[in-house]
């Protein structure tokens, strides 16, 4: 069944950029229809919704994150990725990665039709600190 | 982007009913019908458990149920057991702005 896995550096240092990338198996990332989405959660507190992307490469960014946040989408490695700038101690959290619902695409611009995660990832724990 | 609001904490003895409320407004709970819910043990990911205001997905045992008037979506976990202790989050569309906001979060305990 399908699965995800996220993978990156569990430290990283303050102003640096946080790498992580979600590996989608038993399944495939280009042949279906879905939004696949980052949401973190920091030690001891609440999910924060980052990111999603579609396979077609649309995205849609938390506002309050979309200043330092990219997230792509390599179809050839069934992998979609996150990127976050000049991180601070605040971005330290639980990472996780998750397949979101259906999409399509029409004149030329992508859209979600579903706005739930169904699947998720383990999680990883990145840390934010020198 | 403000995140819902749920009361920190719910309780209830085995076989009881608890309803969680998700306090949000016009834009977001309010205006569509995108309201979803997540139960998350600690250590581990959250599980979908409602989407779409009171869909469940295969699996997820129909002691769970969920529902929306005006701004505030409610959980509602009949018949309690043990397994149910747990935080639960809801969350929802936000409009073509803010896209998706998650609730503050609910800790049910099983007393």
Redesign the interface.
Known sequence: QLQLQESGPGLVKPSETLSLTCTVSGGSISSSSYYWGW?RQPPGK????IG?IYYSGST?????LKSRVTISVDTSKNQFSLKLSSVTAADTAVY?CARQ?LGYCSGGSCYST?????L????TLVTVSS | QSALTQPPSASGSPGQSVTISCTGTSSDVGGYNYVSWYQQHPGKAPKLMIYEVSKRPSGVPDRFSGSKSGNTASLTVSGLQAEDEADYYCSSYAGSNNFYVFGTGTKVTVL
């Open positions: 949401i609440g999910l924060e919704w999603s849609y960014y938390n506002p309050s996780y619902g579903s706005w739930y995660f169904d998720w990832g383990r999680g």
